[in-house]
Nanobody, 127 residues
Framework: QVQLVESGGGLVQAGGSLRLSCAAS????????MGWFRQGPGKEREFAAA????????LYADSVKGRFTISRDNAKKTVYLEMNSLKPEDTAVYYC????????????????????WGQGTQVTVSS
């Protein structure tokens, strides 16, 4: 079983930046593809970014491309989401997720591919 704990959310003005972290438990973190999803008020949970087990491949939603950067540190069992040029529409609860498919898995935006989820961290962007 893997536990994921997000942190780093908060209130920020439009144009500002935040860095989210997701700390994982378990010995097999380094083999997992990791993703970030978000759920805004009254909206469905949507994909934001994903990264392969070694960081060699990343995938972004069009809405965040060029503004958000996903990265990971396998030694620390942590995945990050650097968010810049934040907009009010980025306001959401951000969730970290793990895909345990293994080393051959490519980053995916498909929610059903992810096996483990964190509890989420709130990001609020004021205009």
């Amino acid at each position: 079983q893997v536990q994921l704990v997000e942190s780093g959310g908060g209130l920020v003005q439009a144009g500002g930046s935040l860095r989210l972290s997701c700390a994982a438990s378990g010995r097999t973190f380094s083999s997992y593809t990791m993703g970030w999803f978000r759920q805004g008020p009254g909206k469905e949970r949507e994909f934001a970014a994903a990264i392969s087990w070694n960081g060699g491949s990343t995938l972004y939603a069009d809405s965040v491309k060029g503004r958000f950067t996903i990265s990971r540190d396998n030694a620390k069992k942590t995945v990050y989401l650097e968010m810049n040029s934040l907009k009010p529409e980025d306001t959401a609860v951000y969730y970290c997720a793990a895909d345990r498919s293994g080393f051959n898995a490519r980053p995916t935006m498909t929610r059903g591919r992810y096996d483990y989820w964190g509890q989420g961290t709130q990001v609020t962007v004021s205009s």
